[in-house]
């Protein structure tokens, strides 16, 4: 079926992209704008793949003819939430002179990272490099790349004021010959109460004429279901927040209900381990599938159940991120048999595989890239491609104007998704590697549209409910939580971590960046990856030491979400992709991540989703450095409860807590209390009494 999906919400002034689903570069599609609100001028294209880009809020409908027949969509746009910003750096904190400075771009998650869209101009009255951009309310950051590098740059951090975004979440019930969706509508931190809009998926028979729409709940009588309906629904008011799902069917008389967009059960009691694979096996060993399955017993010692290898496709960086071929293994790691006979060992050992699925770019050798720089008939679009007078790079590239990247990525152009042959060509890749892997790490998820990452949901969960869809979506966008992805990098927490490990902020910023989850519109039902570093961050043992790395550890273990570990984290690797510490690794630490992963898969209180600051009072060290809170129980004081404390300073403290708890740890199997408290060199987790 070529229908191209569910309803799609966005805000004026953020083009959607529309596109048929199973898409056939052979077929002929066409789109025609049917509505539009009025005062609008809205136009979509002629192509198969259009963009809308509303400029009033209302209601957009669409129609796509397809071989198939003609398909319904729906648009809704809400008020721009965006202000312009002026943000500016000074020069004096620019190590190079303003006078020899040529050009200045600036790049941040409001341009997708793309150089040369947005630049700087001096104001020689402020003695300052400047530029406008629209942000919606929150925190953001903006890089300025002087003379469209990165040597030097300028970060600046910027903060706009207003509402986070309300959330939403569905739950259905019968009510005699009645099916009720009720939705419980969550006000923002800072925003009022939102109204709920409810929408009909277009491509079900249910109409409007057949539902009643009142304080928040939509009725419709039982007989009115006759295949499977979805209802969905959207939190309004100041901000509008993200659609929540409700499938309905009605089999036997029997009503049953399904939310699609949450996430499988496995993921919320799974503990994550990324390898960054050519560097796993050691010094003189060179990594391959067979290595790797030969200390597949290292993963079960430390009590993981969930591993992401970094890619495992053919590329001729070690990294594996410039791929040269989307179907076949590297071919210095192994054969495909090879690759299905580690994931066979891996999941006899009761640990699942996610794969690192790449579908933003390739590498500028891969043939196909080549073949479109050379003009040849069939690959001409592609790869996206920007006016000439964008580009930043010094390569002098062959075919009309650029292509498009992200940052200074010029070995790794980005595929064009307006293309149909695109669009079959990925999802072919999908296809390939669902039926091997139990998940997919989607590389660089915030670059792709979100209605290709709709198409590529459907298709992993018909092949497998239980399948994973981990988004790397830096800085983290609940968007991105709509009917697309299951596990949401916490960039947040991450940035908390490296600021309380580095002095600059009090432990107890954690449990602030915890609250940034439901602020920026994820529902409570969203899982988190929560992490310390990984492949492309500098390694925290580094930056910030030992003392405050176990800490850190320790609130990624202790804390709702999937905690991941980062190969070499626990062995003491200060590189950032450097090779395995084996024979000179750091036991202690090693034993510690252990004693906090089996702590972990015992205690259910860790994994549960509720967390209660609780008042210390501290002694003996920075209190600054310190924070506790209590895990699980209902709140009411009668569940099984446990207290973490969690020193990030290199001295040990003596704490008082606000509750009584039991004198051992835990973790260590010591016994803490002393005179004036319970003593914490890094982390301890106590049975609350």
């Known amino acids: ?34 509505d539009r609100p009025e005062g609008s001028e809205a ?43 002026r943000v500016a750096v000074a020069a004096d904190e620019v190590a190079v002179p303003a006078e020899s400075v040529d050009s200045v771009s600036v790049i941040g998650r409001f341009n997708d990272f793309t150089m040369g869209r947005h630049r700087a101009t001096f104001d020689e009255d402020e003695g300052e490099w400047a530029v406008e951009a629209r942000l919606p309310p929150g925190d953001h950051n903006l890089i300025f790349a002087f003379d469209d590098g990165f040597e030097p740059y300028a970060d600046v951090d910027v903060s706009v004021e207003g509402p986070g975004r309300p959330r939403v979440s569905l739950d259905g019930r019968r009510e005699g010959d009645e099916i009720v969706v009720a939705a419980d509508a969550d006000p923002a931190p800072d925003g009022s109460r939102p109204d709920v809009e409810f929408y009909l ?59 699609p967009a ?15 694979v050519h560097e796993f096996a050691g010094e003189t060993v060179e990594t391959t599938f067979e290595e790797i399955r030969r200390r597949v017993p290292y993963l079960e010692h430390l009590g993981v159940d969930t591993l992401w290898l970094t890619p495992v496709v053919e590329s001729p960086t ?75 790079s010094d390569v002098e590239w062959a075919a009309d104007g650029a292509p498009a990247y992200y940052f200074n990525w010029t070995k790794i152009p980005n595929l064009n998704y307006d293309s149909l042959r695109t669009r079959e060509w990925m999802l072919d890749v999908v296809d390939e590697w669902l039926p091997v892997a139990d998940g997919f790490r989607c590389d660089v998820a915030w670059g792709v549209p979100h209605g290709f990452w709709k198409e590529v949901r459907a298709r ?57 989850s439901a602020r920026r519109g994820y529902p409570d039902e969203a899982a988190h990856m929560r992490y310390v570093e990984n492949h492309d961050e500098d390694r925290y043992l580094a930056e910030c030491g030992p ?36 024979h000179d690794g750091d036991g202690d630490s090693t034993a510690f991540h252990r004693r906090l992963v089996a702590v972990r898969n015992e205690e259910p209180a860790l994994r549960s989703d509720r967390v209660e600051p609780v008042t210390v009072d501290v002694a003996g060290a920075a209190a600054d450095d310190v924070v506790a809170y209590e895990r699980g129980g209902d709140g009411d004081g ?33 016994e803490v209390a002393t005179e004036g408290g319970i003593r914490v060199e890094d982390a301890v987790v106590l049975r609350a009494e």
Request: proline share 7%; no cysteine.
């Open 43 to 85: 136009t979509v294209g002629v192509g198969p793949v259009v963009h809308l880009d509303p400029d009033v809020p209302g209601a957009y409908r669409l129609e796509l003819d397809a071989p198939d027949g003609t398909h319904r969509q729906t648009v809704r746009a809400f008020p721009d939430p965006r202000t312009n910003v």
């Open 262 to 276: 949450d996430p499988p059960e496995w993921v919320r009691d799974a503990t994550m381990y990324q390898i960054f």
């Open 318 to 392: 070690r990294h594996g991120y410039h791929i040269t071929d989307l179907f076949d293994t590297a071919s210095d790691l192994g054969t495909r048999e090879e690759f299905e006979s580690l994931v066979d060992r891996l999941r006899e050992a009761g640990i699942r595989v996610l794969f690192d699925l790449v579908v933003n770019h390739t590498s500028r050798d891969h043939p196909a890239y080549q073949l479109h720089e050379a003009g040849v008939e069939g690959y001409e679009d592609l790869y996206g491609r920007v006016p000439a007078e964008e580009d930043t």
């Open 547 to 582: 003392d405050a790395l176990r800490a850190a550890a320790a609130a990624t273990l202790t804390l709702p979400g999937t905690p991941m570990i980062y190969y070499g984290q626990e062995r003491g690797v200060t590189e950032r992709r450097g090779t395995m510490k084996w």
């Open 460 to 516: 992993a969960k018909a092949h497998d409910p239980d399948f994973l869809l981990l988004d790397e979506t830096v800085p983290r966008d609940a968007d991105f939580r709509e009917n697309e992805f299951d596990l949401h990098y916490d960039t947040d927490l991450y940035y908390a971590l490296r600021r309380i490990g580095g002095g600059e902020a009090p432990a107890t910023e954690l449990l602030d960046a915890l609250a940034d």
């Open 638 to 670: 009668d569940d099984d409860r446990l207290v973490v404390v969690l020193n990030f300073g290199g001295d040990a403290a003596t704490v008082s807590l606000d509750r009584p708890v039991a004198s051992s740890d835990l973790v260590s199997g010591d």
């Open 1 to 34: 079926m070529h229908h191209p999906g569910p309803p799609r919400f966005t805000h004026v002034g953020s083009p959607v992209e529309l596109a048929p689903r199973n898409p056939d570069a052979t077929a002929a599609f066409s789109w025609r704008l049917l």
């Open 201 to 259: 998926d277009d491509r079900d028979s249910l109409s409007r004429d057949d539902v009643l729409v009142a304080d928040d709940e939509l009725r419709v009588t039982v007989d009115t279901i006759s295949e499977l309906t979805r209802v969905h629904a959207v939190p309004v008011t100041e901000r509008h927040g993200i659609a929540d799902t409700l499938e309905l069917a009605v089999e036997d008389g029997e009503a049953s209900f399904r939310r």
